[in-house]
């Protein structure tokens, strides 16, 4: 019987949805058929989410990894004991949340790079809350970043067939347009190459997407695929990677979505969202590839309007956990050899 990949699982922002999607998910025996998961956060939150969604769950505060149980039927919770119900309302930003929920996050990638847990899989954290908290980091990517001392990474979100990784995330548009440089989409290919080889894809088909429309129409519409995308791609090409584009981005993701491509590379953060959320909010995975450690998160926030009324859906959360454990396993068979 193979070894079954130890799951961190971030509880987030307290005041919203987080615990309610991941107790939710723990009452599936599938999640637990595909591995070890663990919650990394507040035991009171998570005793208080079964109870208001009248579960027949246990709770099992512990202090270390080690003392978990595993089993299906009782919800592990690694106890930073750093938030308690008084710290915070559901639905409303809460400084004592914001700080919790870095600092969730700061354990797991501790564990993560000590080996002790196999991957992590985040539910979501509010910025403001985060920004209250006194952080600067505008999301879940730039912290991973800077937590595991990697600036070699890129953010992508698959849904089904869709797989759409982004040259840049959480800046504005005109920011994210002055990004589009020769030098960023390579690394961004490089990483993108890699991350899908990983994932068992041996020559990972990728395309590209224009910046303009119609991908710039020989230069009518801008010059951004002349003067920087096609150079990128044309010396990617040169390094083995099989990446083709650039393609009109108001009809690439579909031609991905069908089974064209492998995925996609997005010129900005709406570009790749828009297309990957029209599949559905539920169905989305965010993975940050390019890290020494494995992370995987919700493809939606903190959803506050239905906080604490059982409302939310579990099915990204699920999706997230589950693709955590399949990527853990595939890196532990490719470290030991074995298919």
């Known amino acids: 019987m193979s070894h079954k990949p130890i799951i961190g699982i971030t509880m ?24 070890n998961p663990i919650v990394i956060g507040a035991s009171e939150v998570i005793v208080d989410a079964v109870s208001r969604l009248d579960m027949e769950m246990k709770v099992n505060a512990v202090k270390e990894v080690e003392e978990a149980d595993f089993s299906f039927g009782t919800i592990d919770v690694l106890d930073l004991g750093n ?62 970043s ?10 992508m979100l698959a849904s089904g067939t869709l797989r759409v990784v982004h040259l840049s995330t959480h800046m504005s548009l005109v920011e994210a347009c002055g990004r589009v440089k020769r030098q960023n989409i390579i690394k961004t290919l490089y990483i993108t190459h890699r991350s899908m080889q990983s994932l068992g894809f041996s020559s990972p088909r990728i395309a590209v997407a224009g910046m303009n429309p119609h991908a710039g129409e020989g230069g009518l519409f801008g010059k951004e695929e002349i003067l920087e995308i096609s150079p ?29 491509f492998d995925v996609v590379l997005a010129m900005y953060h709406d ?33 506050y309007d239905i906080a ?21 396993s595939r890196k532990a068979n490719a470290l030991t050899g074995t298919s």
């Open 12 to 35: 987030g922002d307290a005041s919203g949805i987080g615990p309610e999607v991941i107790v939710k998910c723990l009452t599936d025996e599938g999640v637990y058929e595909v591995c």
């Open 83 to 144: 938030l308690t119900l008084s710290d915070f309302i559901p639905g409303k930003a809460s400084t004592a949340a914001g700080r919790a929920s870095v600092e969730y996050v700061e354990k797991a990638v501790a564990l993560a790079l000590s080996g002790r847990i196999d991957a992590m899989a985040t539910a979501p954290i509010n910025k403001e809350a985060v920004n209250r908290a006194g952080y600067s980091y505008p999301g879940h990517t730039e912290m991973l």
């Open 146 to 155: 800077h937590l595991t001392n990697c600036e070699e990474y890129a953010m």
């Open 232 to 260: 990128a791609i044309m010396e990617a090409r040169t390094r083995g990677i099989n990446v083709s584009g650039p393609y009109p981005p108001d009809s690439i993701f579909l031609r991905a979505s069908k089974g064209e």
């Open 271 to 303: 570009q790749g969202h828009i297309a990957v959320k029209m599949l559905g909010l539920e169905e989305g995975v965010n993975v940050t590839i390019g890290l020494p450690v494995i992370r995987t998160s919700v493809d939606h926030g903190t959803a």
């Open 308 to 328: 604490g009324k059982g409302l939310a859906d579990p099915q990204s959360m699920k999706k997230a956990i589950i693709v955590a454990a399949e990527m853990a």
